[in-house]
């Protein structure tokens, strides 16, 4: 009777030592923590050091270990290189933080790289893989100029050279010397292009000409 008293008592001192220790790892000081920072991305323009001060700043005042990741990920959130990221703790004492910078999704033509946040960033010099050029025909650079941009970008090939916006919210494409003017229903117009543009080239028009495709039915075209 009495063994099993003493088992039932070191069992109950067990679960309490580890309440006790989940409870202080919970809520002590963050202060001094080792962090690992995984970094991806072009423009590589995320300042680390400033960012790890800030994280360092936040350690000094918080205690509870979810509300810390809470707030560096609220931090992270509020930095305008970064596109995504993720926060995670690993045992003992390591908060891991992924970061993803923000994607150029096109080159705008007298302004800069478009990122996928609609952030314009202007780097002089630098070449993407599938960032295409693009300019803009009386119109401005704003929210929804980037979201036409972004729409269109999954109907793109290499063979594509350059995409002007115009001013009433057509696109104008140029693939080889020939320039295709279209609207945004792309599920049919690019169809209709990379068949015009082919039966062009059969034909050997290679002189530079518009095909206007916006309000062609059928296969008919409109050469202006």
Known sequence: MNRDI???????????GLVFIALYQ???????KS?????????LLVNQEDLLKR?????????NRQLFLNQIEKLLVSEPYIGS???????????VIDIQEIVPKALIRGHGFL?????VINYQGMNFENVYLFELKDIGLNKSTCQKIIKIQPYLTNEIKLVTLLSNGDYRLVIDDV???ISDDFDKMFAR??????GLWRRGLSDPLIVDLRYSSGGAVSLL
């Open 6 to 16: 003493v088992i039932h008592i070191s069992g109950f001192l067990l679960v309490l």
């Open 35 to 43: 962090y690992q920072i995984n970094m991806t991305g072009s423009f």
């Open 115 to 119: 990122a996928s946040n609609c952030m």
């Open 55 to 63: 994280i360092n700043d936040l350690s000094a005042s918080v205690k």
């Open 26 to 32: 919970g809520f002590k000081p963050y202060g001094g």
């Open 193 to 198: 292009v990379w068949r015009t543009h082919h």
């Open 85 to 95: 990221s993720n926060v995670r703790y690993n045992w003992p004492d390591e908060i």
């Open 179 to 181: 320039q295709y003017v």
